[in-house]
């Protein structure tokens, strides 16, 4: 049999007398009594017995008691209350601190502070493991703090001389930092980018050095002229000014061979490069100017040698053979005998030189007229050559011989 206190609803053994929760007698008029008539007889009389034992004393202490047993529960209420508020109260200010470790964070390394940043988020992250956000800004800032550390050995490479690791050490920064978009990341960024120009410059101040060649040079300034800094700086100049010394030799070069065309070409070359070069701009300029004088003086030589070429072609066509003198004697049998030496006066050889000629008596009638082939056939330009005929009966010592048309042809 189970009995069940009328206050509190404890469960008590059957010969129970006080309740063991609050204390309350355990009276028979308020038992709940299980399992039938019988028993809830027999627990009557163990109720009268145990009356008739306590005697006056528990007539005189009975109302005391069950006021102050009464108060327990209302205790025992507060105190839980005040230990969940309590456990409330702590676990709200542990939130507080943990969001308060968390933008910290954050603030840190948007600074570029990730070790700090790494700390505060340590912290937030034993406070409460399984809170989500903390857990993927601590992998975010732990990422950033390994290339952070790894661009301070590429530092540490280049204050070395090491260039060549260097390089690909920073090469391999940037692969990583490419799948990267968080803000946290720029002050990463920043140093990846003033040491992408710190390992260009070096390599190309290390390059262009030994090059003479333009081509080559313009190369090496095309990647440095995009970087910023003093360093960037100082080498794009020693590179405008190398282009501009060659460029100048090159195109005083071909100017000093009348190739101003090709001057040009090599001067405007280093200007592309070297703008403000005032050595190589006066250089510019004054092979325009010779180059405007030449093509004027070429064009006079050109106008000349036309008019020149075209009085020649004249001549020979028209005077390129000249007689230099004739000879004509008659002999005793009273043939006519006639020898002439002639001049090729063209600019050119001339051949097949056929020459007509009549033969007058010494009244002036005419005795003969002919033809006859000058020797040689092919007469180079300047020299000289000769024909000879014969008329035969003549009889007239004073007959006289006359030139009358030359043919020829240019070779």
Request: charge should be negative.
């Amino acid at each position: 049999m189970k009995l069940y206190c009328h206050h509190c609803v404890r469960e008590h053994d059957a010969d129970a007398v006080y309740c063991s929760r609050c204390g309350r007698l355990l009276e028979p008029e308020k038992r709940n009594i299980q399992h039938g008539t019988e028993a809830q007889t027999a627990a009557l009389d163990e109720w009268d017995m145990a009356k008739d034992q306590a005697g006056p004393a528990l007539e005189t202490k009975q109302l005391p008691v069950r006021k102050l047993v009464g108060f327990i529960p209302l205790f025992l209420f507060i105190g839980i209350a005040a230990l969940l508020l309590s456990y409330y109260l702590y676990e709200a200010r542990l939130n507080d601190r943990v969001l308060e470790w968390q933008e910290s964070a954050r603030q840190e390394a948007l600074a570029g502070k990730y070790e700090e940043a790494f700390k505060q988020l340590n912290k937030a992250a034993d406070a409460r493991p399984n809170f989500k956000p903390v857990q993927a800004d601590l992998k975010i800032v732990e990422e950033a703090l390994s290339l952070d550390r790894s661009i301070t050995e590429v530092e540490q490479r280049l204050n070395s001389d090491d260039l060549d690791e260097a390089s690909t050490m920073l090469e391999q920064v940037k692969s990583k930092l490419r799948s990267r978009e968080e803000a946290v990341f720029g002050n990463v960024r920043e140093q990846v980018d003033n040491l992408t120009t710190r390992v260009t410059v070096l390599q190309v101040s290390a390059e262009f050095e030994p090059m003479e060649n333009i081509d080559d040079l313009a190369r090496e300034y095309n990647q440095v002229k995009s970087l910023t800094g003093d360093e960037a700086l100082a080498l794009r100049q020693k590179i405008e000014t190398k282009i501009a010394d060659l460029s100048y030799a090159e195109a005083d070069s071909m100017r000093k061979k009348k190739n101003f065309t090709a001057a040009i070409t090599a001067a405007q070359k280093g200007l592309i490069y070297a703008s403000d070069n005032e050595k190589l701009t006066k250089l510019y300029d004054q092979i325009v100017v010779e180059k405007k004088n030449f093509e004027q003086a070429e064009q006079q030589r050109i106008e000349q040698a036309m008019q020149k070429a075209a009085e020649e072609d004249l001549l020979n066509q028209t005077a390129a053979v000249k007689v230099k003198h004739i000879n004509a004697e008659l002999d005793a049998l009273g043939d006519f005998n006639v020898t002439g030496e002639l001049l090729n006066a063209a600019t050119r050889p001339i051949y097949s030189v056929l020459i007509e000629y009549t033969v007058h008596d010494s009244k002036g009638k005419v005795i003969t007229t002919g033809k006859v082939d000058a020797t040689p056939s092919y007469i180079e330009a300047g020299e000289t050559f000769s024909f000879t005929f014969v008329v035969h009966h003549v009889q007239d010592e004073n007959a006289t011989v006359a030139i009358d048309h030359m043919t020829w042809y240019l070779d």
